[in-house]
């Protein structure tokens, strides 16, 4: 399994360019050429079987490219298709069961919000990386509660796990939030926003050259 480290931009699957299994495979790719390491497959719409076919040619996609693949929400899902790991919600199971699911190399990943102590307890449980935000209004949750660029900052000197910046996170304010402690910052819109295959790689590129920067 890849063991390189978790810093960079972590890419999370749209709805819109999970509706054609062609258009969401051409769109990933774009994102890794674009210099993505970890690409989240999100579909909540589908059905169990398309979201084993997608996670399945997702995964092989992924690995392909040298990068790697998470699945949001499920980790049996993750187990079947051959991804990388799970990324889990405060109410999407416990760490602890998607740990022995998957095993000790895969990668979890938990939001924890704007807790510090949450995401304590989640590296407890068997997290890889915790994940805080909205830091900006996003338009995927635009409902979610923010969240204080200062809370990354507290959670650095907290944690020497990886630190995930999610909700709003574009190019222009990811460098704010990598000098304030992020590893990675994930993104759905400003990197899928557009579903072409030359715009997500430019947006991806845009993303990736901040952590050249940093």
């Known amino acids: ?61 992924c690995h392909d490219y040298g990068a790697r693949l998470i699945v949001n929400d499920d980790a049996e899902l993750a187990r079947a298709a051959g991804a990388d790991g799970v990324h889990l919600g405060a109410a999407d199971g416990a760490l602890t069961q998607a740990r022995a699911q998957l095993g000790p190399q895969a990668i979890i990943g938990a ?51 990886p630190i995930c910046a999610i909700g709003g996170v574009t190019p222009d304010n990811g460098a704010l939030l990598l000098a304030a402690g992020a590893d990675l910052l994930a993104a759905v819109d400003g990197v899928f926003g557009d579903t072409t295959p030359d715009a997500i790689e430019r947006r991806a590129r845009a993303y990736c050259a901040l952590f050249q920067a940093d």
């Open 111 to 161: 939001s924890c919000a704007g807790s510090v102590p949450r995401a304590q307890a989640a590296l407890t449980a068997g997290a890889s990386y915790v994940a805080f935000g909205r830091f900006f209004v996003s338009q995927t949750k635009p409902d979610a509660p923010p969240a204080a660029v200062e809370w990354l900052t507290e959670a650095r000197a907290a944690v020497s796990a």
């Open 1 to 61: 399994m890849n063991s390189s480290p978790l810093r960079g931009l972590y890419a999370i699957t749209s709805t819109a360019l999970c509706s054609d299994r062609t258009r969401l495979l051409a769109g990933v790719r774009a994102a890794l050429r674009g210099g993505a390491i970890l690409i989240q497959y999100r579909n909540k719409p589908a059905d169990a079987a398309q979201r084993l076919a997608d996670a399945r040619a997702l995964a092989t996609c």
